[in-house]
C-alpha cells in the first residue's frame, strides 16, 4: 500500500445509510469493520479512534465521520487473529 493516499466513493442515501449502520452495528460489538472501495479492501480495528469533522472551504459544508488509526495496524491485526478473512469481511454492494 502506497505510504499517502485518498480514495472516495460516493453513495446513494440509502446505501450509505446501510453502510452506517453496519459501521454501527461493527464497533458496539467490538468487531474490526471492514469495507472495500475502489476495489481495495481496507480493514479497521476495533480500537481505531472515532471523530467528526465539520469544514466549509470554498463555500462548501462539509460532515466527515472519521476512523483514524496507525497505517498498517490493521493488516497486522487480521494475521493474528486466527480469523479466516472471509470471517472478517463482508462483500460491499
Same mark, same amino acid.
Given at each position: 500500500?502506497?505510504?499517502?493516499?485518498?480514495?472516495?466513493?460516493?453513495?446513494?442515501?440509502?446505501e450509505?445509510?446501510?453502510?452506517?449502520?453496519?459501521?454501527?452495528?461493527?464497533?458496539?460489538?467490538?468487531?474490526?469493520?471492514?469495507?472495500?472501495?475502489?476495489?481495495?479492501?481496507? $480493514?479497521?480495528?476495533?480500537? /481505531?479512534?472515532?471523530?467528526?469533522?465539520?469544514?466549509?472551504? @470554498? #463555500?462548501?459544508? =462539509?460532515? %466527515?465521520? $472519521?476512523l483514524?488509526?496507525? /497505517?498498517?495496524?490493521?493488516?497486522?491485526?487480521?494475521?493474528? @487473529? #486466527?480469523?479466516? =478473512?472471509? %470471517?472478517?469481511?463482508?462483500?460491499?454492494?
Open positions: 500500500m502506497d505510504a499517502n493516499r485518498e480514495i472516495e466513493k460516493d453513495y446513494s442515501l440509502t450509505f445509510v446501510a453502510e452506517l449502520r453496519r459501521l454501527a452495528d461493527t464497533l458496539e460489538s467490538n468487531e474490526r469493520f471492514s469495507i472495500q472501495i475502489d476495489e481495495e479492501d481496507i $480493514q479497521v480495528p476495533e480500537h /481505531a479512534i472515532a471523530s467528526i469533522a465539520y469544514e466549509i472551504e @470554498d #463555500g462548501r459544508a =462539509e460532515i %466527515e465521520f $472519521q483514524t488509526w496507525e /497505517a498498517g495496524e490493521a493488516e497486522g491485526d487480521a494475521e493474528n @487473529d #486466527g480469523k479466516d =478473512e472471509d %470471517e472478517n469481511e463482508e462483500a460491499a454492494a
